[in-house]
């Protein structure tokens, strides 16, 4: 069964930064491509950073990009988003995902727990 566990969220001030992780759990994660997702209150899930299964390209949403890294060691078979430069609107629950590199499509049929960004003075 293929398990991923996010975690690396946390309060933060507007314009400072957090890295998130995510890990695999039962596979190997560098066959895999993975994305980013955000979901905020009362908002849809949105995709925000999608990683190939190299991590030889990325793709970022305009929101995000100049703020973001995302990146793997699949030697610890996991991938992080460095966030830099926070805002309020950053504010979500994160999630991450097995997805289809071409589109960031998600291709998981349920979401783990994600982890809690929020960005507040």
Known sequence: QL??????????????????SCAASGFTLDDYAIGWFRQAPGKEREGVSCISSSGGSTKYTDSVKGRFTISRDNAKNTVYLQMNSLKPEDTAIYYCAVIRFRGCVSLMTSWGQGTQVTVSS
Request: aromatic fraction near 0%; charged fraction near 10%; glycine fraction near 28%.
């Open 3 to 20: 398990q991923l566990v996010e975690s690396g969220g946390g309060l933060v001030q507007p314009g400072g930064s957090l890295r998130l």
